[in-house]
C-alpha cells in the first residue's frame, strides 16, 4: 500500500510560483509512475503531468505545458510539481497520484494523495 501525502499549495499572485511536493511511503515508489492532478470547483478533475518511472518520461497537459515542471527524487521517495506563470484558472485542488504502469497514472491511478489547495488571485 502507498501513501501521498502532498505539501506546498497556498495562495499566491498571478505570476508567482508555487512548488507542490508529494511524499510517498509505505514502500518504494522508483518504479511507480507519479501524477499530478487538479480539480477546480464545480469541475471534474484533470491530468496535469506524469513522470515515468526513474524520471526518465514525462507528459504534460496543454494548459501545463512550458509552466509547470514535474520532477522526483528517487532517494526521497517523492515528486514534485513547480508551478510558474500561475494563472487564476490553476487554482484548484492539486492531487499527487501513482501506478505501477505508465498508461494508467494519466487515466486512472491506482492511488491518490489527499489534495493541496492551490489559489491564483488576479
Known amino acids: 500500500q502507498v501513501q501521498l501525502v502532498e505539501l506546498g499549495g497556498g495562495l499566491v499572485q498571478a505570476g508567482g510560483s508555487l512548488r507542490l511536493s508529494c511524499a510517498a511511503s509505505?514502500?518504494?515508489?522508483?518504479?511507480?509512475?507519479m501524477g499530478w492532478f487538479r480539480q477546480a470547483p464545480g469541475k471534474e478533475r484533470e491530468f496535469v503531468a506524469a513522470?515515468?518511472?526513474?524520471?526518465?518520461?514525462?507528459s504534460y497537459a496543454d494548459s501545463a505545458k512550458g509552466r509547470f515542471t514535474i520532477s522526483r527524487d528517487i532517494t526521497e521517495n517523492t515528486v514534485y510539481l513547480q508551478m510558474n506563470s500561475l494563472k487564476p484558472e490553476d487554482t484548484a485542488t492539486y492531487y499527487c497520484?501513482?501506478?505501477?504502469?505508465?498508461?494508467?497514472?494519466?487515466?486512472?491511478?491506482?492511488?491518490w494523495g489527499q489534495g493541496t489547495q492551490v489559489t491564483v488571485s488576479s
Open positions: 497520484a501513482a501506478s505501477p504502469d505508465w498508461a494508467s497514472v494519466q487515466t486512472n491511478p491506482t492511488y
Open positions: 509505505g514502500r518504494s515508489v522508483s518504479r511507480d509512475a
Open positions: 513522470i515515468g518511472g526513474y524520471g526518465f518520461i514525462t
